[in-house]
């Protein structure tokens, strides 16, 4: 079983910043890529950055050069760091880890997702 927690979310002013945190326990072998999504009210949720194990990122233009997404593997932890925050990045953030447990099964999992709101 692997547990993941989400943390950083709130409310910011348009322009401002936040950090997202997405820490993972339980039975780990080691997770190969991480990413964020987002769900906004009304629409469908979609992919915001992913980083591969070996670091390689993607962003898709509406982040990018905003967003910057990291990990740090001996925490089992993925980042992701938002800046020039604007009002349609209000959403429910989530993280999705693809984790290769101890059994050597490779499963997904997702955060149970974490408010951000911008707003003046």
């Known amino acids: 079983q692997v547990q993941l927690v989400e943390s950083g979310g709130g409310l910011v002013q348009p322009g401002g910043s936040l950090t997202l945190s997405c820490a993972a326990s339980?039975?780990?072998?080691?997770?190969?890529?991480m990413g964020w999504y987002r769900q906004a009210p009304g629409k469908e949720r979609e992919l915001v950055a992913a980083?591969?194990?070996?670091?390689?990122?993607n962003y898709p233009d509406s982040v990018k050069g905003r967003f910057t997404i990291s990990r740090d593997n001996a925490k089992n932890t993925v980042y992701l760091r938002m800046n020039s925050l604007k009002p349609e990045d209000t959403a429910v953030y989530y993280c999705?880890?693809?984790?290769?447990?101890?059994?050597?099964?490779?499963?997904?999992?997702w955060g149970k997702g974490i408010l951000v709101t911008v707003s003046s």
């Open positions: 999705k880890l693809v984790v290769r447990t101890i059994a050597r099964v490779v499963v997904d999992y």
């Open positions: 980083i591969t194990l070996g670091g390689s990122t």
């Open positions: 339980g039975s780990i072998f080691n997770i190969n890529d």
